[in-house]
C-alpha cells in the first residue's frame, strides 16, 4: 500500500511517498525523511538568523567558521558549479536579488555585489572562510539536497519504490518508471518525463517583472516564458543545473554532459529541444 | 545488484488539438480522523468546539472564515488542540490541519489535501498519440497515470500565513477559554 504526507518545508510543499513497506515501518521512514528536510530548511536558510549562512554572513571577513557537514557539502557542490559552469550558476549574486526585492534584506549583514564564488574559501574539517563581504544564498540548489537527503532515509528504510517530490524539485526510485507532467508555465501541449531512478527539476523563468532569475555573469534578468526542466542522476545536480541551462544553453550543453545529464528546453515560441547526453 | 529503471523524454510531437486533459493534481494525504490519530497519537477523545465567533472569524480570516477546531484530551486533561483549515491560492486549494500543545506552541502541520484548480491543465499530446488504436479503458487511464508534476514552485505562503492566523485564533479565543 502507498502511504504519501505532504508538509510545508523550504517554501514549498514536500510530498513523499513510499510503497512496500508496512504502514508503520513507512511512517516512520517518512518522519526520518522529513526531519532531514527540515534540517536542511534550518541550516541552509538565507534569512533565519540561526542558520549556517547567517552566521557566515555576520562572521568578519577572513574569519573561519565551521558550520554543519550538509551545509559545506552543499557549498562544495555549489562553488563546484560555479567553476564548472564559469559563474552562470553563482550561489553569491544575493545581493542582486536583495537589489531587485526577490529575497529579504539580512538585518544583521552586507553582501557585497561584487563578491563571487571565488571568495568562499572551504577549508578541511567543515570550515568555510569568507574572503569578502557575501551573501551566500543555496536557494538554487539546496531543495535538491534535502529531495536527495529525503530519499536516502527512503531507500535505507527498505521502500520498494519511493519519491520526494519539494514543489517540482523530485526524486524517485521504484520497480517501474512514473509519468511526471513537467508544467512549463502556460497552460498547453507539455512534455513528460518517465522517471526511473532519477532527479527532475524544473525552473521556469516567469514575466519579467517577476522573474527570480538573474544571469550571474551579466547581472540581468534572464530572457523570459522560458522554461527547463534537467534530468538527472541526483536532485541537487538537477536542480542547479536549470539555472546554468536558462543562463546559458551553451555553457549548459557542456555542463549537463559532464554530468551525464539532459535537459529539456522550451523557448519562448513554445518549442521544446533536448540538450545534454543522448 | 538490479539495473536502475531508465528514464526517458516524451515530447510533444506538434500542435496537436487534443482536448484539454487535466494534468493538475488532486491528492488526499490523510483525513480528518487519520491526521487526528497522526498527530495526537496519545489522545483518546477529540471534542469538536463550536464554530468560531463570527466578527473575530471575519476579522481574523475575512467573511466566511469557519476553521474546524478540536480539542484533543487524554483521560479527561486537555492535550491540545487540532484544527482543520482550508488556504486557496492563485491555483491551489490546500486543507491542513495544525496541531497545537497545552501551550499553544505548534506541534505538527500535516496537509489533508491539495487541489489544484483553475489555470494548470496541461494537455499531454505526445502521450496521448501513444494510445492511438488502443481501447477507451487505456486512455482513462492516462489520468492517473500521471503520478507529479515537475513545475514552477508551488509557494506555501498561504499555508505560512494560515498558521499565523490560526496561532492568533488560539490567542484570541481558545488560550482564554481556560
Request: with cysteine; aromatic share 4%.
Amino acid at each position: 500500500m502507498e502511504i504519501a504526507r505532504a508538509r510545508p518545508w523550504l517554501g514549498t510543499l514536500v510530498e513523499m511517498r513510499v510503497d512496500g513497506l508496512a504502514e508503520a515501518r513507512a511512517i516512520t521512514a517518512i518522519e526520518a525523511a522529513f526531519a532531514e528536510v527540515a534540517a536542511v530548511h534550518r541550516l541552509m536558510s538565507f534569512h533565519d538568523a540561526a542558520s549556517d549562512l547567517s552566521r557566515l554572513h555576520r562572521a568578519r571577513v577572513g574569519a573561519v567558521v565551521r558550520v554543519d557537514a550538509r551545509t559545506w557539502a552543499v557549498l562544495d557542490a555549489a562553488c563546484a558549479l560555479a567553476e564548472e559552469s564559469d559563474g552562470r550558476f553563482d550561489p553569491t549574486i544575493a545581493p542582486r536579488l536583495v537589489e531587485r526585492g526577490l529575497l529579504p534584506m539580512p538585518a544583521a549583514s552586507r553582501g557585497s555585489a561584487s563578491a563571487s564564488w571565488r571568495d568562499i574559501e572551504l577549508l578541511p574539517r567543515r570550515r568555510v572562510r569568507l574572503r569578502q563581504r557575501a551573501w551566500i544564498d543555496l536557494g538554487g540548489i539546496a531543495k535538491g539536497h534535502a529531495v536527495d537527503r529525503a530519499l536516502a532515509c527512503l531507500r535505507a528504510a527498505g521502500a520498494a519504490t519511493a519519491s520526494v517530490n519539494a514543489g517540482g524539485d523530485l526524486a524517485r526510485y521504484g520497480i517501474e518508471p512514473e509519468r511526471i507532467a513537467l508544467r512549463h508555465g502556460d497552460a498547453g501541449d507539455a512534455p513528460v518525463i518517465e522517471l526511473g531512478d532519477a532527479a527532475v527539476a524544473t525552473s521556469v523563468v516567469a514575466t519579467r517583472a517577476r522573474a527570480a532569475h538573474v544571469n550571474p555573469r551579466s547581472g540581468r534578468a534572464l530572457r523570459a516564458r522560458r522554461a527547463v526542466s534537467v534530468l538527472a542522476a541526483d536532485c541537487m545536480i538537477a536542480d542547479a543545473l536549470t539555472k546554468v541551462v536558462l543562463a546559458d544553453a551553451r555553457v549548459g550543453e557542456r555542463v549537463l554532459r559532464r554530468h551525464r545529464a539532459t535537459a529539456c528546453l522550451r523557448d519562448g515560441e513554445r518549442r521544446w529541444r533536448i540538450l545534454g547526453a543522448a | 545488484m538490479t539495473r536502475p529503471v531508465r528514464s526517458r523524454w516524451i515530447l510533444p510531437l506538434g500542435l496537436v488539438a487534443a482536448p484539454a486533459f487535466h494534468a493538475a493534481l488532486a491528492t488526499q494525504y490523510l483525513s480528518v480522523a487519520e491526521a487526528q490519530r497522526a498527530m495526537f497519537a496519545d489522545a483518546d477523545a477529540f471534542h469538536a468546539l463550536p464554530p468560531v465567533d463570527t466578527a473575530l472569524a471575519t476579522e481574523l480570516g475575512g467573511a466566511g472564515w469557519s476553521p474546524q477546531v478540536f480539542e484533543a484530551g487524554k483521560g479527561g486533561a486537555r492535550l491540545g488542540w487540532f484544527i482543520v483549515d482550508r488556504v486557496i491560492g492563485k491555483t491551489e486549494l490546500i486543507t491542513y490541519a495544525l496541531a497545537l500543545d497545552a501551550t499553544g506552541a505548534v506541534k505538527a502541520i500535516e496537509i489533508l489535501d491539495y487541489r489544484e484548480t483553475h489555470g494548470s491543465e496541461v494537455r499531454l499530446a505526445a502521450w496521448r498519440k501513444q494510445f492511438v488504436g488502443k481501447t477507451a479503458h487505456d486512455a482513462v487511464e492516462l489520468d492517473r497515470d500521471i503520478k507529479g508534476i515537475s513545475g514552477a514552485t508551488l509557494s506555501t505562503r498561504h499555508v505560512t500565513e494560515g498558521v499565523h492566523r490560526l496561532l492568533q485564533l488560539h490567542e484570541r479565543a481558545l488560550r482564554v477559554a481556560d
